[in-house]
């Protein structure tokens, strides 16, 4: 009896052990429409804040002033080893402004062992407009996108954060966003994990098979070629606009098409992957069409939702959890291998039917639940945004040197998938116009090039020319003979330059 009562408290010991060790270790908490922060320790002594993980923006800007809504902020005087340069930055977002001071100081991330403390270039917020949400808990944030979309000031550039670590580690990095959103219908707060990564081990492994190139390198721009609307019977709703459109390839007896003038409308301003937005933004004929089939799938499944919550953003609130059984949403993305193939990644209604609130009222009278949730699809004018509820779900890693995206489906989070890759007879670079016309101003730069470039010619010819009889008279001259000399190091710099 004894023995058998050991081997169950060492059976017993070990499963915890075993379930401590292979625990989720979340390092990226938000709560509902408020993105994902991370902890941050700025200065000496170091001063703990969380910070919101932005691929919309390249700086790295905190609070330095206390607000109505929250007291903590980064205090300067309290850093030793804080370098101000005087100098004033700005920022502006799609939603909200702020203007602070360019200081450098020390940064580091708790809950990145692997990355070294460094010195980099941080904003420090003055004043702001709209910036921080109420009862935001964060402090500002991270930017992880290229340089030109940084704060800017007069004869000032802004470094980020990641090209200063790439600098430290002389060598690329990239990083890893793991969404997994809300744990349970019963809570509101989201979980997600960021790693950052040695671009050598990410030339084109296969756990990222699926891959969608970033067409420019300012925002991270990617090929949007059309939004479509899965119903759960696996065939596909057509949303698109009326125009020429390509059968490409049948899957579960459905036929997929990439309608031309859809992808040119998705990308006509630009197509982002922007995990400091929270919901799908895209152009304002398609979100119309989109939600029209939504709101006709939930009136079928009768799910009495009003329009409000549609088309206004409304949230609507039921005493239960919703299981939704709404449609999926398909995106199809530009593939990375050719350019003339794409795929396709699913979210489930899990995604865009996003919880905003659970809790539970205690009355006298007993419990009143409540539990509300929000559309997380919005209009955007000319521009698509694939925000955080795009990338629920999913495993994406952005590789800033190489160029490209990938997505994995996740271990957490809603069930998602991806399908394809497909191919087309002709390239959806041309198709859909993404590759980026040069402007008037770069045109015209190019003919003034070229004419310097004649009127240069022309003036060599007529030195050439006015030259020729002192030439010709220094060849005939002979000259002396001299002992051979090396050129020096400096010589060979200037040559060369």
């Keep these: 009896m004894f023995y058998i009562t050991s081997i169950f408290i060492v059976q017993l010991i070990l499963l915890l052990v075993l379930k401590k060790t292979c625990a989720e270790n979340y390092n990226l908490f938000g709560e509902a429409g408020q993105a994902y922060s991370i902890e941050i320790s700025v200065g000496h002594p170091g001063q703990k804040l969380n910070v919101i993980v932005d691929t919309g923006s390249a700086t790295l800007a905190i609070a330095s002033y206390p607000r109505l809504d929250n007291d903590k902020y980064f205090e300067l005087r309290n850093s030793s080893s804080i370098y101000e340069s005087g100098k004033e930055v700005q920022a502006k977002y799609s939603q909200g402004t702020w203007v602070g001071k360019l200081v450098s100081d020390y940064v580091y991330f708790p809950s990145l062992p692997s990355i070294p403390e460094i010195r980099c270039d941080v904003a420090l917020i003055t004043k702001s407009h709209k910036f921080f949400m109420n009862g935001s808990g964060w402090q500002g944030l991270l930017g992880l996108a290229y340089l030109p979309v940084g704060a800017w000031g007069d004869n000032v550039i802004v470094g980020s954060w990641l090209d200063s670590v790439d600098h430290m580690l002389k060598k690329p990095m990239s990083f890893e966003l793991k969404l997994c959103g809300v744990q349970g219908v019963t809570n509101a707060t989201h979980y997600g994990n960021l790693r950052i990564l040695d671009d050598q081990s990410l030339t084109k492994e296969e756990s990222y098979a699926f891959r969608t190139p970033i067409l420019r390198k300012r925002w991270f721009v990617v090929g949007v070629l059309s939004i479509r609307v899965v119903s759960t019977a696996s065939h596909t709703t057509s949303v698109a606009l009326k125009s020429k ?189 993404l590759i980026e016309p040069i402007s008037d101003a770069a045109i015209s730069i190019k003919a003034a090039q070229w004419t310097l470039f004649v009127i240069s010619m022309v003036a060599l010819a007529v030195l050439v020319y006015l030259l020729a009889p002192c030439i010709k008279m220094l060849i005939m001259k002979p000259l002396p003979r001299s002992q051979q000399i090396s050129l020096s190091q400096a010589a060979l710099v200037t040559q060369e330059a």
């Design 245 to 433: 459109t390509e059968n490409i390839s049948e899957t579960q007896n459905k036929t997929v098409k990439i309608d031309d003038d859809m992808c040119q409308r998705l990308n006509e301003q630009k197509s982002i992957v922007d995990s400091g937005t929270t919901n799908i933004r895209f152009p304002d004929e398609l979100f119309g069409q989109v939600v029209k089939e939504l709101r006709n799938a939930a009136q079928t499944s009768n799910v009495l939702i009003l329009d409000d919550f549609w088309y206004h953003g409304e949230a609507a609130c039921w005493p239960e959890p919703q299981q939704w059984s709404l449609p999926r949403l398909a995106i199809d993305l530009l593939d990375a291998d050719a350019e003339n193939q794409y795929f396709t990644i699913e979210i489930p209604p899990q995604n865009y039917m996003r919880v905003v609130s659970a809790r539970n009222n205690s009355r006298e009278s007993g419990t009143v639940s409540e539990f509300c949730y929000k559309l997380g699809l919005e209009a955007g004018g000319k521009e698509t945004v694939l925000g955080y509820t795009a990338m629920e779900g999913f495993k994406v890693v952005f590789n800033r040197s190489a160029g490209w995206i990938g997505f994995q489906t996740s271990n957490c989070g809603p069930e998602t998938s991806i399908h394809g890759p497909y191919n087309t007879s002709s390239s959806l670079l041309v198709r859909c116009k």
